[in-house]
């Protein structure tokens, strides 16, 4: 069965980075749009950024825009997130996901269109 599990979330001082790793196995991801989504602690889970099958990003949610990057290496069935100049607000659970067919991308990735998650990488700023 299908399974995605990512890494690399952690504890950084804010102005910092991350990269967010989302590994697939069992499936393979070259035609399927793809995402990161994100949830905090008693909010709503809400949709980061997503991308095209082939690579290039579709969306980005304005608070990230300019400073998270979305990438993907199909060869490697493998799903990234880079993250830089972190803010305070963007402590959260984040969560990697394949696209339903019905998401064709450009706009925002609502989570009911997206069928297979992982466990969530959970990335917290420190003071």
């Known amino acids: 069965q299908v399974q995605l599990v990512e890494s690399g979330g952690g504890s950084v001082q804010a102005g910092g980075s991350l990269r967010l790793s989302c590994v697939v196995s069992?499936?393979?991801?070259?035609?399927?749009?793809m995402g990161w989504f994100r949830q905090d602690l008693g909010k709503e889970r809400e949709g980061v950024a997503s991308i095209y099958p082939w690579g290039g990003a579709t969306y980005y949610a304005d608070s990230v825009k300019g400073r998270f990057t979305i990438s993907r290496d199909n060869a490697k069935n493998t799903l990234y997130l880079q993250l830089n100049s972190l803010k305070t607000e963007d402590t959260a659970m984040y969560y990697c996901?394949?696209?339903?067919?019905?998401?064709?991308?450009?706009?925002?990735?609502?989570?009911?269109?997206?069928?297979?998650w992982g466990q969530g990488t959970q990335v917290t700023m420190s003071s």
């Open positions: 069992g499936y393979t991801i070259s035609d399927n749009f």
């Open positions: 996901a394949i696209a339903n067919p019905v998401y064709s991308g450009g706009y925002y990735p609502l989570p009911a269109d997206f069928g297979a």
